[in-house]
């Protein structure tokens, strides 16, 4: 695509809005008060909105390579303060998808040189979960199946961040755990039971 044409493409946006809603600018410069935190995949073919059929101002977003969230990655943890304590949101949710080029180059042998460290996550994820996996013959059917025990793993690191276990004592936030099927356009409810997964650890991460 040219650049120009975004250009035009955001006039067209633009007018299209004022037709429906005079007010839609006005409206929007006010704030924001979203519900949803969604933390998801850099990859190009999966936009958070539009899988989700919402409006801007209803989700806060997060997107990184895989959908990871690290305790030591500043940007994701800073996201997931901001959403948690200022906007107070009652959702939080780690989107992967099937077919992440990030969990794909992850299940390789290769140096990828700066994206070693990154990916080594998602290696972790493996090594955690190696007998499993191991276990799955179809490779991409453990392909698929990486994809959902790492979006488990993240929705986890979630979970024992400070704020997120605060506001689930004060205010009932939950965590979810999806995936979008590229192929099928479908969105997939993994429906985590994160009380069974971390009934023997969670005293290790709970902070009161």
Same mark, same amino acid.
């Given at each position: 695509m040219e650049i120009e044409q975004i250009f035009k493409n955001n006039k067209n946006w633009v007018q299209e809005k004022l037709s429906r809603d005079s007010n839609y600018f006005k409206n929007l410069s006010e704030g924001q008060n979203p519900s949803i935190l969604y933390i998801g995949c850099s990859d190009s073919r999966v936009t958070a909105e539009e899988l989700m059929g919402i409006s801007p101002g209803e989700a806060f977003v997060h997107r990184n390579i895989a959908n990871m969230v690290p305790n030591t990655d500043l940007s994701s943890m800073s996201v997931i303060d901001y959403a948690v304590l200022h906007l107070k949101v009652d959702h939080v949710v780690v989107c992967g998808h099937?077919?992440?080029? @990030?969990?794909?180059?992850?299940?390789? +042998?290769?140096? #990828?040189?700066? !994206?070693?460290?990154?990916?080594?996550? =998602?290696?972790?994820?493996?090594?955690?979960?190696?007998?499993?996996?191991?276990?799955?013959?179809?490779?991409?059917?453990?392909?698929?199946?990486?994809?959902?025990?790492?979006?488990?793993?993240?929705?986890?690191?979630?979970?024992?961040?400070?704020?997120?276990?605060?506001?689930?004592?004060?205010?009932?936030?939950?965590?979810? @755990?999806?995936?979008?099927?590229?192929? +099928?356009?479908? #969105?997939?409810? !993994?429906?985590?039971?994160?009380?069974? =997964?971390?009934?023997?650890?969670?005293?290790?991460?709970?902070?009161?």
């Open positions: 099937y077919y992440c080029g @990030g969990v794909k180059a992850a299940m390789q +042998s290769k140096d #990828l040189g700066i !994206l070693n460290p990154w990916l080594r996550n =998602i290696r972790d994820v493996y090594r955690i979960h190696k007998n499993e996996l191991d276990g799955i013959k179809d490779e991409e059917a453990r392909y698929k199946r990486l994809v959902e025990l790492n979006v488990q793993e993240q929705c986890i690191n979630v979970i024992k961040t400070a704020e997120v276990q605060r506001a689930y004592r004060e205010r009932g936030m939950t965590v979810h @755990g999806w995936v979008f099927d590229v192929h +099928s356009g479908q #969105l997939i409810d !993994l429906k985590i039971d994160f009380s069974k =997964i971390l009934k023997n650890v969670m005293e290790i991460y709970r902070l009161d």
